[in-house]
């Protein structure tokens, strides 16, 4: 590979395209990133941090729906020749099914099968598959390298991702797919490289609190249990998520207030959560500053917290006890007052923190006496991304 090979990652959803361009090394070297940011509403942004000031900008972008972001991302790639010109793309692909289980280059059956499974995953799949497909039409020779969130948990335990529910839908497709898994996969590398391959192949927990949130259990290296299911709505509450609920719960609103399927999941997940509880906002830092004077954004908080504490204590239970728990995503790294919460009481488990290396973000957090390393770690699902593609790259996949 020549050194002026470079892979642009890429996060696309309906309302952000996130992005970063690596260049080859060990490991890839960032040497931009960017995002599209509010698409669909007014303020719709477009920015660029880059090692070379003269790539750096920050304008706002007129049309603001989801075909303009994607011409306007487009048209900057144009705009990047030679050594700054992309070699390959790799996307962020949320849900893969079944079948995909390793980075691949998108092909138009893989495009195709992706369509298929748009039902699995309508949030995030269609835009990814139009990203892609856009890409495509303007550079026709340009790689591209399909990441899956949902590959990391391939291959949990039976007990762990089969349904309990008639098992004639299995053979359709529904189990516990997880998400969030390149996350996770940069999170166990990461943890092997700050603690040693002792600590990721002990018994560890890892909790990825952002706008989405869910946890993983992981022992000798693999996954044994995660907290997202069938859909990323599953599992602990989120920003505007509801996380798991009583099946039952759909009925009775269909009955008492004729609500649909589809109004439903709506409402499960965009209008959940720590937005559904508090009434105010769907963001854990602003629910913080108020909860002293709103005693619904105080229960927010609370049953975020005691939700992942709960979820912490039963995988403590499927992975026969625990050396590490990591904190990772938006909350997770930046809320020392979340942390605090979600380990109080967890001391019967081993767990105990220091105060002051957790309120100042440390990347150790527990206390000497503690049996449970803590940790936070920066999650970089952009970088997992980037050396996925350079390996197949490398590979020569992506030159047949």
């Known amino acids: 590979?020549?050194?002026?090979?470079?892979?642009?990652?890429?996060?696309?959803?309906s309302s952000s395209i996130?992005?970063?361009?690596?260049?080859?090394?060990?490991?890839?070297?960032?040497?931009?990133?960017?995002?599209?940011?509010?698409?669909?509403?007014?303020?719709?942004?477009?920015?660029?941090?880059?090692?070379?000031?003269?790539?750096?900008?920050?304008?706002?972008?007129?049309?603001?729906?989801?075909?303009?972001?994607?011409?306007?991302?487009?048209?900057?790639?144009?705009?990047?020749?030679?050594?700054?010109?992309?070699t390959a793309v790799g996307h962020r692909v949320v849900h893969g099914g079944s079948r995909y289980t390793q980075p691949q280059r998108v092909t138009a059956a893989m495009l195709a099968e992706l369509r298929l499974l748009s039902p699995l995953d309508p949030e995030h799949l269609p835009e990814e598959i139009r990203l892609t497909e856009a890409i495509y039409r303007r550079f026709p020779d340009l790689p591209q390298v399909a990441c899956f969130d949902t590959a990391f948990h391939h291959d949990l335990p039976r007990v762990a991702?089969?349904?309990?529910?008639?098992?004639?839908?299995?053979?359709?497709?529904?189990?516990?797919?997880?998400?969030?898994?390149?996350?996770?996969a940069y999170l166990m590398e990461e943890l092997a490289r700050r603690a040693g391959s002792g600590a990721a192949?002990?018994?560890?927990?890892?909790?990825?609190?952002?706008?989405?949130?869910?946890?993983?259990?992981?022992?000798?290296?693999?996954?044994?249990?995660?907290s997202m299911s069938f859909t990323p709505s599953s599992g602990v509450p989120m920003s505007t998520r509801s996380g798991d609920l009583d099946p039952g719960l759909a009925g009775y609103l269909a009955r008492t207030e004729q609500m649909t399927a589809t109004a439903f999941s709506e409402m499960s997940s965009a209008r959940s959560g720590l937005l559904g509880i508090s009434e105010t906002s769907s963001d854990m830092h602003a629910l913080l500053g108020r909860e002293a004077d709103d005693v619904r954004a105080a229960e927010a908080v609370a049953v975020f917290c005691y939700q992942v504490k709960k979820c912490v204590g039963s995988f403590v239970?499927?992975?026969?006890?625990?050396?590490?728990?990591?904190?990772?995503?938006?909350?997770g790294e930046n809320a020392p007052t979340v942390r605090t919460r979600i380990c109080e009481g967890l001391d019967c488990l081993g767990v105990a923190l220091n105060e002051a290396c957790n309120a100042t973000n440390q990347g150790v957090i527990s206390s000497a006496a503690s049996r449970v390393d803590v940790r936070v770690l920066h999650t970089d699902e952009a970088a997992i991304i980037a050396k996925a593609v350079f390996r197949i790259l490398e590979a020569g996949i992506a030159r047949e």
């Not at 192949?201 to 995660?226: F, W």
Request: charged residues 20%; glycine residues 14%; hydrophobic residues 40%.
């Open 1 to 13: 590979m020549s050194s002026e090979m470079r892979v642009l990652a890429v996060n696309g959803g």
């Open 18 to 86: 996130k992005f970063a361009m690596f260049k080859e090394g060990q490991p890839p070297e960032r040497v931009l990133h960017g995002a599209i940011e509010r698409i669909g509403v007014p303020g719709t942004s477009f920015r660029v941090e880059s090692l070379n000031p003269a790539d750096s900008f920050s304008r706002p972008l007129a049309g603001p729906d989801q075909s303009t972001a994607v011409s306007a991302l487009i048209e900057w790639l144009e705009r990047r020749k030679g050594s700054d010109a992309a």
């Open 161 to 184: 991702k089969l349904l309990p529910i008639p098992r004639r839908y299995e053979a359709l497709g529904v189990r516990r797919y997880g998400f969030h898994g390149l996350s996770y």
């Open 201 to 226: 192949t002990g018994r560890v927990i890892l909790a990825h609190l952002g706008g989405g949130a869910s946890l993983a259990a992981v022992r000798d290296g693999r996954p044994v249990d995660t």
């Open 317 to 331: 239970a499927a992975l026969g006890g625990l050396d590490t728990l990591v904190f990772a995503g938006g909350i």
